[in-house]
């Protein structure tokens, strides 16, 4: 089976400019998360998505945005990009269960010059 | 208050030697779900054990286990038999099941380091 996948792997970008990242989640895994992980303050949880909807959302400005297709593929979209943006993008799949973990994929490393 | 809390930043181990890594939780709910994930310098996060909060036995994983300990809101990691391969920074994280969803909430890591 493969594993959750994401896209670019690597991205810089300048300030004021808009990015989008994408991730597959695993086959049949309806829930996607997507985290923010950096070194001052570790994983941050963004929000999640479920059949195209998002159930839950993190403490992010409106900057961050996200959607869910119906093939389960999520997509993740920061405007007007800031210094402090710079961090690793995780995706995350998993079924909808409580005890069901999460699958992380190998993320997307953004740079905000 | 931090749902979930890893008091060690950083922990040493020789190789060969078991090693425990802390991890205490937060929650008033009945239904919940534990989990370890590893993250080498590569950055993927790999998960390698859970513990479901109405499992009366703990978990166990080939090299790994997870000290359950429920009225101590405690699950502790054990890697048994340590390898070089074990150097990477371990998140404990809970899965709750909310109203609108599931949100999940992880630690600050321990940074392990394995000595040959």
């Known amino acids: 089976k493969a594993g959750v996948t994401q896209t670019p792997r690597y991205l810089i970008k300048t300030r004021g400019q808009q990015v989008t990242l994408s991730c597959s989640p695993i086959?049949?895994?309806?829930?996607v998360s997507w985290y923010q992980q950096t070194p001052g303050q570790g994983l941050q949880f963004l929000f999640e998505?479920?059949?195209?909807?998002?159930?839950n959302k993190g403490n992010f400005p409106g900057r961050f945005s996200g959607r869910q297709f119906s093939n389960s593929r999520s997509e993740m979209n920061v405007s007007t990009l800031e210094l402090g943006d710079s961090a690793l993008y995780l995706c995350?799949?998993?079924?909808?269960?409580?005890?069901?973990?999460?699958?992380f994929g190998p993320g997307t490393r953004l740079t905000v010059t | 208050a931090q749902k979930i809390t890893q008091t060690q930043p950083g922990m040493f181990v020789q190789e060969k030697e078991a090693v425990t890594l802390d991890c205490t939780y937060d929650?008033?709910?009945?239904?919940?779900?534990l989990f370890w994930y590893k993250q080498p310098s590569s950055g993927e996060m790999i998960f390698l054990i859970y513990?479901?909060?109405?499992?009366?036995q703990n978990a166990t994983e080939g090299r790994y286990s997870l000290n359950f300990q429920k009225a101590r809101k405690s699950a502790n990691l054990v890697i048994s038999a340590s390898q070089l391969g074990d150097s990477a920074m371990y998140f404990c994280?809970?899965?709750?099941?909310?109203?609108?969803?599931?949100?999940?909430?992880f630690g600050t890591g321990t940074s392990l380091t394995v000595i040959p």
């Open positions: 086959s049949g895994h309806r829930s």
């Open positions: 929650t008033s709910d009945q239904s919940y779900g």
């Open positions: 513990q479901g909060s109405y499992d009366e």
């Open positions: 998505y479920f059949s195209e909807t998002q159930r």
């Open positions: 995350a799949s998993s079924l909808d269960r409580a005890y069901y973990e999460q699958y």
């Open positions: 994280a809970m899965r709750e099941v909310t109203v609108t969803g599931n949100q999940f909430y």
